[in-house]
């Protein structure tokens, strides 16, 4: 039995088992910390930002840092919201994202996450416009990387679960791109049973399961029936899985 | 309001007249007319942008996306162009029948829309016009004098459409812009508390719907000089028809006739269109003149939308609608005033009639099928073999939609062309700018705002969307010039684009 360790959020005491990521610790307290590049049965890998909270005054990402004992942590202050609405935003500006006509629009995190910041309105950066070609070379799967946000879940679905590194990070910093382990997904021996093709594994619209678009009626769709992270703050710890 | 300012030309004696923008007509366009050295209107053309960015837009898209993104085209039928390419879709992914349940909710969305838009035509673009009179100054014909002088008739506008988005929104799963029909289905079936909810309005709406019948066919009565004057020219007539030759909104196959009600192609599949229609291109248009192939381009044009459908259909199949059709082609509507015998109608005017008949039409059909079980449950899509091509046509409220599509192996769309009712009505329309124009502008001196409302009115009457059929996701002016007989603008009318 590990050590019990306790700290504060926003305030709130809360209890956890030393070596819990504060995201851990949070998520089974019933608070919610934003995040885009981490879901249930990944390894956590910090990379999106969006769980950012200050540690004893120090910004860390929530999902890799460890909880301390006795430690103060911020997250829903007015400085740390408007740095994750910044870091969406930018997501936004960086790919294509027309949500009224993608096939994600409701079930995306994203898009979610949006919403439950409030951004609502245009950030005062360019809109990068990136012309990516959509592979459909598969029969059951299509990459639309124009809405990837190079979250990297599809890399460890792939490579930690399905054991088959179908996809990797290529380039980098503003040329980083989510790559394939072929010219073309067709010649991957990527299966549309594989988790990484999993409903929830991709975030957003980018990783297309075919013929399902919009099978889902408007008013069943996820996010439209509830806002991001309300299972978790209702204590329902996987807010990735949907209701029974 | 609007404003018009008036710049005389140079030259008296020849002229061309501009108006713009035509206020209520769903975006904008432009009108020139062309007048000879006596003053004399010899031609008048409505000029609209065409403007393809849609059919490019959708290269190399999924085919699935298609009934979702085609909607963007449109802010007035956009459910017509989702239902359209979702029938294209389905004759891609192989399926020539839908089940029942998607049928049907399908159909449901379709007389919700046709409902919602021609009323909202009526009440709120037409009825000023009729309530007021076209040489009733622009301040007083619009929807807020309406509302202030018959509030009845306007609270019965607003809630019939409002009835008619509500079914729009339970089987699409918004008011506007939903995503119900998928390729080879639906996403849903009606809920039994939706259906609760709809169906005990439903008399209310249809006595309403009656009441809107008896007040066009009661003004159209008591103008006969008014229909048989006004923008009155006889016309071949296209439409889909039941095979039976009930009129039919949803799916069928196509049927033309000329003036007189004679056949000119029966059945045609729609997979077919292309053997029976032509569009030519003509220098002072961006927008093509489709024509029915057989009577080439000078005698094959034709008209669409529901003066075209009342005169292509045998009969409608529910009753109440049936009773005013027999109502409506007993209207003295030849060109003279006379009784034309076979009950075919070419007034202009009597679009709106047609269009209230076809309200009739919907709630009847809506009232049957919120009473069927298979709208609460049962399969909800099909599937079939995949193919490459993909044609499909709906009567959309204004006439006539076309989709055509081809899908690669990947499902990827690789050519798409979408013929619009405001397209298969574009010589009939500048039939109707003529002949509205040198009835009553030919030598004139004064061009009153009355007179150019005339024009406007007649335009109105065929609901053109402008920029639906141009493609265009913006707006576009519209203007109305006078041309001399070299061509030289010498007149031009502009308003400003403000709202009325
Ligand atoms: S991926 Fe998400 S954010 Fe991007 S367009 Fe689709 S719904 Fe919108
Ligand atoms: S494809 Fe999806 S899961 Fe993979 S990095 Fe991009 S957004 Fe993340």
């Given at each position: 039995m590990s050590r019990r360790i306790h700290f504060t959020v926003d305030g709130q005491s809360v209890e956890a088992d030393d070596g819990q990521s504060i995201m851990e610790a949070c998520d089974a307290a019933g608070i919610y910390i934003p995040r885009l590049c981490d879901a249930e049965a990944l390894v956590p890998q910090g990379s999106c930002r969006v769980c950012?909270?200050?540690?004893?005054?120090?910004?860390?990402?929530?999902c890799t840092q460890p909880a301390e004992d006795r430690a103060h942590i911020e997250s829903d202050t007015h400085e740390i919201r408007s740095y994750r609405r910044d870091l969406v935003r930018m997501l936004f500006h960086e790919g294509n994202h027309l949500c009224p006509v993608c096939e994600a629009s409701g079930q995306c995190e994203l898009q979610a996450m949006a919403y439950r910041l409030g951004i609502s309105q245009d950030a005062p950066y360019p809109y990068l416009q990136p012309v990516r070609p959509l592979d459909a070379s598969h029969p059951d799967i299509a990459l639309d990387t124009n809405r990837c946000i190079l979250c990297g879940r599809c890399i460890r679905a792939s490579r930690d679960v399905d054991g088959k590194h179908l996809f990797e990070y290529v380039g980098r910093g503003i040329h980083k791109r989510i790559g394939i382990s072929a010219a073309t997904l067709a010649e991957t021996d990527a299966t549309i049973d594989d988790y990484a093709f999993s409903a929830g594994v991709c975030p957003v619209g980018c990783i297309i399961r075919k013929h399902e678009g919009y099978e889902v009626p408007i008013d069943e769709r996820r996010f439209n029936k509830q806002v991001i992270g309300s299972r978790i703050e209702a204590k329902l710890l996987d807010d990735n899985e949907e209701e029974a | 309001m609007t404003e018009r300012t008036i710049q005389p030309g140079k030259t008296p004696g020849n002229r061309v007249l501009e108006i713009d923008p035509l206020t209520r007509v769903e975006g904008h366009g432009k009108v020139t007319i062309h007048l000879d050295a006596d003053n004399q209107v010899s031609e008048a053309r409505l000029h609209i942008v065409e403007f393809r960015g849609f059919e490019r837009f959708i290269q190399g898209r999924l085919l699935w996306e298609v009934p979702v993104i085609v909607q963007r085209l449109c802010g007035i039928c956009p459910v017509s162009h989702h239902l359209c390419a979702a029938k294209a879709m389905d004759q891609i992914v192989g399926v020539d029948q839908l089940p029942p349940t998607a049928e049907k909710m399908r159909r449901l969305m379709h007389y919700g829309q046709?409902?919602?838009?021609?009323?909202?035509?009526?009440?709120?673009?037409?009825?000023?016009?009729?309530l007021f009179g076209f040489d009733a100054p622009a301040r007083q014909r619009n929807i807020f004098e309406v509302i202030k002088k018959n509030p009845e008739l306007a609270r019965q506008g607003v809630l019939m459409r409002q009835f008619g988005q509500e079914i729009i929104e339970a089987t699409a799963g918004k008011k506007i812009h939903g995503t119900g029909a998928i390729p080879g289905g639906i996403n849903k079936a009606l809920s039994q508390e939706t259906r609760d909810a709809l169906l005990p309005r439903i008399d209310t709406i249809q006595a309403w719907a009656e009441g809107a019948v008896d007040l066009i066919r009661d003004y159209c009565q008591a103008h006969p000089e008014q229909i048989a004057h006004f923008a009155n020219f006889p016309s071949n007539a296209m439409s889909l028809l039941r095979e039976d030759g009930a009129m039919e909104l949803y799916d069928g196959k196509l049927y033309a006739v000329d003036t007189e009600g004679q056949p000119i192609f029966s059945a045609v599949a729609p997979a077919d269109f292309n053997q029976y229609l032509m569009e030519e291109v003509r220098s002072w248009s961006y927008m093509k003149f489709p024509f029915i192939r057989s009577l080439g381009s000078e005698q094959g044009w034709y008209r669409v939308g529901p003066l075209a459908r009342m005169n292509t259909a045998r009969f409608i199949s529910t009753p109440a609608a049936q009773k005013r059709l027999l109502e409506y082609r007993h209207l003295n509507g030849g060109a003279n005033g006379e009784t034309n015998g076979k009950g075919?109608?070419?007034?202009?005017?009597?679009?709106?009639?047609?269009?209230?008949?076809?309200?009739?039409?919907?709630?009847?059909?809506?009232?049957?099928?919120?009473?069927?079980?298979?709208?609460?449950?049962?399969?909800?899509?099909?599937?079939?073999e995949r193919r490459e091509e993909g044609i499909a046509i709906i009567e959309a409220p204004r006439g006539s939609l076309f989709h055509h599509y081809r899908v690669d192996k990947n499902d990827q769309?690789?050519?798409?062309?979408?013929?619009?009712?405001?397209?298969?009505?574009?010589?009939?329309?500048?039939?109707?700018?003529?002949?509205?124009?040198?009835?009553?502008?030919?030598?004139?001196?004064?061009?009153?705002?009355?007179?150019?409302?005339?024009?406007?009115?007649?335009?109105?009457?065929?609901?053109?969307?402008?920029?639906?059929?141009?493609?265009?996701?913006?707006q576009m002016p519209l203007q109305v010039a006078m041309v001399d007989a070299t061509g030289k603008t010498i007149q031009q009318f502009t308003r400003d684009s403000g709202h009325a």
């Open positions: 950012v909270v200050k540690l004893n005054g120090h910004t860390v990402a929530a | 046709i409902l919602q838009s021609n009323v909202l035509h009526f009440f709120h673009l037409a009825s000023p016009d009729l075919m109608q070419h007034a202009s005017l009597l679009y709106h009639w047609a269009r209230m008949i076809e309200v009739l039409h919907c709630v009847e059909q809506i009232h049957r099928l919120l009473e069927d079980p298979d709208i609460l449950s049962g399969e909800l899509r099909a599937k079939g769309i690789t050519y798409c062309n979408l013929i619009v009712s405001t397209t298969h009505n574009n010589s009939a329309m500048n039939r109707a700018v003529t002949e509205v124009a040198q009835r009553h502008l030919s030598g004139q001196k004064n061009i009153t705002e009355g007179l150019l409302n005339h024009i406007e009115v007649a335009v109105r009457a065929y609901d053109p969307c402008l920029s639906c059929a141009t493609h265009a996701l913006g």
